[in-house]
């Protein structure tokens, strides 16, 4: 069953095409990958997805319903949840204030009902407070609950966005470059976690990765990108022996070698 569809996916930048009419449908529930070379329009197609930007063609369906020029506050109060390739946590607020920070979204309670401090509001807040506990164990960071977000080693703050992610109950959870600066063992963990919330939670998972071992290792569909056009998608052995994708990375003298 597909969740995520982008239909016929177009952005222009001036005069250079960032997307250049992609088409690709995303399984319920699957751990998907995009992969290609720098400057293949990768992050485009995140930001276009989240709504940070707004395509020029063409269609993106979230469980058959266009999501085109929704806000991304409206597309994430709709079920998409993203992690960016620089860390974008709230470095002076706690651990467990970035957590209640994804939550906001879903939180009923209004101006009105926090100034006068209805009962409501309060029985909320406690929930929410439990909630982002469950979260942060479920991270291995509820030790870290009370820690400002900034002194955390690299490998935590990659896990505590993705927590904070996940506190919006995102449907699709969108991962750009997760792995970006970790050192073998955090890529590790990173890894173990990924597969635990896949098998775990019905989330369906698109991630951006340069390191082919994580890709190769998690994706069970990848779709490649190059200067904004896909030229191949299939599982991660048909991708391994894709000569376009052989060209792509190692360029036509790899292909002609093999």
Do not use: W
Not at 36 to 53: E, M, R
Not at 83 to 109: D, P, S
Not at 198 to 227: F, N
């Amino acid at each position: 069953m597909t969740i995520l569809k982008v239909a016929g996916l177009v952005k222009r930048f001036g005069g250079v095409v960032g997307m250049n009419g992609v088409d690709y449908a995303f399984p319920q529930g699957a751990i998907s990958a995009i992969i290609g070379p720098n400057g293949s329009g990768k992050t485009t197609f995140f930001n276009l997805v989240s709504g940070i930007y707004t395509p020029d063609e063409g269609n993106i369906e979230l469980e058959g319903k266009s999501i085109v020029k929704l806000k991304p506050d409206r597309i994430a109060r709709l079920g998409i949840a993203r992690t960016f390739q620089n860390i974008r946590l709230f470095g002076k607020m706690t651990v467990l204030e970035n957590v209640l920070c994804g939550m906001h979204l879903q939180l009923k309670a209004g101006l009105f009902g926090t100034l006068l401090h209805l009962p409501f509001v309060k029985r909320e807040e406690a929930g929410a407070a439990l909630e982002a506990y469950r979260l942060l164990e479920y991270v291995g960071l509820a030790e870290f609950l009370n820690e400002q977000a900034d002194s955390l080693p690299y490998g935590a703050q990659r896990r505590l966005e993705i927590a904070r992610a996940m506190a919006s109950k995102p449907k699709v959870l969108l991962l750009d470059e997760p792995a970006a600066g970790m050192n073998p063992r955090e890529t590790l963990e990173l890894i173990e976690l990924i597969k635990r919330i896949q098998k775990e939670t019905s989330l369906t998972i698109l991630l951006i990765e340069h390191d082919m071992r994580l890709v190769m290792g998690l994706a069970e569909r990848i779709m490649v990108l190059d200067y904004g056009t896909k030229i191949a998608e299939g599982t991660p052995d048909e991708i391994r022996a894709n000569p376009k994708v052989i060209e792509a990375y190692l360029g036509k003298s790899a292909v002609a070698k093999g």
